[in-house]
Structures are given as structure tokens and as C-alpha cells.
């Protein structure tokens, strides 16, 4: 038996309600807690590779490197944002001619 194709906006749909499935059964900490120990353990490693630093003072760098991280994310967004305005408009300028 042939499934259906889906249109994107049924696909997005259905992975929704799959995600509220998984969360309706299972805690989200819990399901993500391997991802987010993953994801702060790039920072231990980048503040700290050779493990030599007092665990204090190393997760200490790490919040600071995860900070950064965060902080060149807006900016890089921001930037973007700022960058495709004035791209539409010089488009919209140019567009009659």
C-alpha cells in the first residue's frame, strides 16, 4: 500500500505532534540530558583540554566560553538582520529599473 505524499506544512505538523507525544510521556530534562551534557562538555574541553585546572576555576571558563558563544550568536543574528534589510531595500530600489 502507497502512503500519501505530504505537503510541508502536513509534515511540520506531524513532527509537532510527535514532539508533544514525547514530551506528554517523558520528562524533556531527561530526554535531553545526554545532548546538554555533550554540549557543555565542548566548553570544559575548550577552556580546559589537558583537564589541569581545579574544577572550580574550569567550569568557572566554561560558563564564560558558553556566554561568548551565546553572545556571538545574537550578534551574528543581529548582524544578518541588519545586512538582509538593507539588502531587500537596495532590491526594492533597483527593481523598476
Known amino acids: 500500500m502507497r502512503r500519501e505524499s505530504l505537503t510541508p506544512s502536513e509534515r511540520v505538523m506531524r513532527a509537532r505532534m510527535a514532539a508533544y507525544m514525547l514530551h506528554a510521556r517523558y520528562d524533556p530534562r531527561e530526554t535531553t540530558k ?3 551534557r555533550a554540549f557543555n562538555q565542548r566548553f ?6 589537558d583537564g589541569r585546572l581545579p574544577e572550580r576555576e574550569r567550569h568557572r571558563r566554561a560558563e564564560a ?3 561568548a558563544y551565546f553572545v556571538r550568536l545574537a550578534y551574528l543574528s543581529a548582524r544578518s538582520r541588519r545586512l538582509g534589510t538593507r539588502r531587500d531595500a537596495g ?3 533597483t527593481a523598476g529599473r
Not at 44 to 49: E, G, I, K, S, T
Open 34 to 36: 545526554p545532548a546538554r
Open 44 to 49: 570544559l574541553d575548550q577552556v580546559d583540554p
Open 65 to 67: 566560553a558558553r556566554h
Open 91 to 93: 532590491d526594492r530600489r
